[in-house]
């Protein structure tokens, strides 16, 4: 296939590339997304921009996939992934005018990155020489209040240094939910569980300190008669036909209920929290006992509750017992017009959970600021991965351009212009935070190289202040040396695969003779 047909190919991958880009950073431009049924929003999100795309595309489709499974592996980086795929990518057209072999253009980015990693490794820094806290500040791109983001990287860490073991933390103890309302800095840490989840009526106790919790994995509901009288060919069938023997049956069905809650109250049990339902009829009973009951509770939040307060999930309500129950000061709060139920764990015996609870005040900065807090938990538990970081803001991007570029000149024939392309390509992530910040992008890169070239190798962008600094000073600006090595790579792999593409072939044709003439298969 020609050349112009190849970059025809990838054309629209580098464009949705650009648009990315300028997303980059805490001051990323807007988008304004429009639905197909006409609703639309804005949104600074790389990651979110590239899901509302739907372009018939292979060469997007592979960026979006890429995107996608990197977000869902890592939690943060997609956005500079994309950015930096796009950078490579206009570079590899450039050196495929000049003449040069996508095979040539791979080796030479695949050195290059060897060097970049080099270079990575060499300017990181102990993690607790910069602090966690720094690290999820700096990954909180969807505010730029200062005390909010002080306020969430201070708790961030507070999750991290109670849960971290010697190279990372369970980050399956961390939720964030979000909740429409309210500012950012109404954001508060609940070591337990918050639950968007109101009690099945509204008479039911709101605060309960230091009260059992029974977690049950099926529906809250009247036994029946002859229903768990052994194997399904014993039970008993019975059809009644008088009113009278059918209410009789009722009656011995509620009160067969009432026996499982009287024994259940008495092993201590004031909260039910099932993850199925309800049923209205005992809701009555609940209630009149003095049991707070929530019904069809998320699968993932079922375990957390039942490890926040110590409970035994069983089936329901006659299997519970003193040992099962667990033990929680239980709050049902109204916010913004719609309840939320806290467990706040009791003892210290108790496996540590935690949720953030974020606010906001409206619909577009709650998802935001909520994917930002994801991202910030996702950077610090990849900074324990090595308890290493790098400078952010660009800085360790103009790091590796300077070593690519030095490397470079000692290597002889065509890849020495792939590495050039390669460090040049580095240099889009620091100029789109300077651009991105209102910094001139071009004067930005010469103040961040001449300050390297001096040894100042932690001077990065400040987007918060637009000006070039050491940003490992006062208020550290820094990432995870893991996330950055998982980006380049990510970003390199995904560039010279669609570099390497030198046809788009229906799946229906891929038998067809003409087909595999043209992809070199036939023997």
């Known amino acids: 296939m020609a050349e112009n047909a190849r970059a025809d190919l990838t054309a629209d991958a580098r464009t949705v590339c650009d648009l990315v880009r300028t997303t980059v950073g805490p001051f990323g431009a807007n988008k304004l997304v429009l639905g197909t049924n006409g609703t639309a929003k ?7 921009v590239l899901d509302s795309l739907e372009l018939d595309n292979p060469a997007v489709n592979l960026l979006k996939g890429a995107a996608s499974d990197f977000r869902d592996a890592h939690g943060d980086g ?39 990693v080099d270079r990575l490794e060499q300017s990181a820094r102990p ?26 990287g201070e708790y961030v860490a507070r999750i991290a240094e109670s849960l971290a073991d010697d190279d990372s933390f369970d980050a399956d103890r961390v939720k964030v939910l979000s909740q429409l309302g309210g500012g950012e800095s109404e954001t508060e840490l609940v070591e ?13 106790p709101r605060t309960l300190e230091d009260a059992g919790v029974a977690v049950l994995s099926a529906t809250v ?13 014993a039970r008993l069938s019975i059809s009644p036909e008088r009113f009278e023997d059918r209410a009789a049956i009722g009656d011995g069905e509620r009160e067969r209920f009432r026996e499982h809650l009287d024994a259940a109250v008495d092993a201590g049990c004031r909260v039910v929290v099932t993850g199925m339902a309800i049923n209205e009829r005992v809701e009555r009973m609940l209630a009149n006992a003095g049991v707070l009951a929530l019904q069809r509770v998320d699968d993932e939040d079922l375990p957390r509750v039942a490890r926040a307060t110590g409970a035994t999930v069983v089936p329901g309500l006659e299997q519970v017992t003193p040992e099962t129950c667990g033990r929680a000061t239980v709050r049902v709060t109204r ?13 210290a015996e108790r496996e540590p959970v935690y949720t953030l609870f974020c606010r906001a005040p409206d619909s577009r900065s709650v998802e935001a600021f909520e994917r930002s807090v994801e991202s910030a938990l996702a950077a610090v538990d990849h900074a324990f ?27 002889a024939g065509a890849e020495q212009l792939a590495i050039e392309a390669f460090g040049d390509a580095m240099a889009t992530i ?94």
């Not at 916010?335 to 003892?347: E, N």
């Not at 932690?458 to 000006?467: I, R």
């Not at 996330?483 to 799946?507: F, I």
Request: contains cysteine; aromatic residues 2%.
């Open 221 to 233: 509901d009247v036994p029946k008669l002859g229903g768990s009288t052994g194997r399904l060919d």
């Open 430 to 523: 620091p100029r789109a935070l300077a651009v991105n910040a209102g910094i001139d992008g071009w004067r930005g890169l010469v103040r961040l190289r001449v300050a390297h070239h001096e040894g100042h190798d932690a001077v990065g962008v400040d987007c918060l202040f637009g000006e070039t600094r050491d940003v490992l000073a006062e208020d550290p600006i820094a990432e995870p040396t893991a996330l950055k090595r998982d980006v380049w790579s990510a970003a390199t792999d995904l560039a010279t695969h669609l570099v390497r593409m030198d046809a788009e072939v229906p799946a229906s044709d891929l038998s067809d003779e003409e087909t595999a003439d043209r992809l070199g298969e036939r023997p």
């Open 335 to 347: 916010w913004a017009g719609r309840d939320v139920t806290s467990f706040v764990s009791v003892g």
């Open 127 to 152: 993690l607790d020489e910069v602090g966690v806290d720094a690290v999820a500040r700096t990954a909180l791109t969807a505010t730029r209040n200062p005390n909010t983001r002080a306020q969430v």
């Open 192 to 204: 337990g569980v918050v639950l968007d989840r109101d009690p099945v009526t509204d008479d039911m």
């Open 42 to 48: 804005t949104t600074a999100s790389g990651s979110l």
């Open 385 to 411: 991965r090595t308890r290493t970081v790098v400078p952010g803001g660009g800085a360790a991007e103009t790091g590796a351009t300077l070593a690519v570029r030095e490397h470079a000149r000692s290597v």
């Open 78 to 116: 997609a956005s500079s992934v994309v950015a930096l795929t796009g950078a490579l990518l206009t570079e590899a057209d450039r050196l495929a005018e000049l003449g040069l072999h996508p095979t040539t253009i791979e080796r030479g980015y695949r050195e290059a990155l060897g060097v970049a």
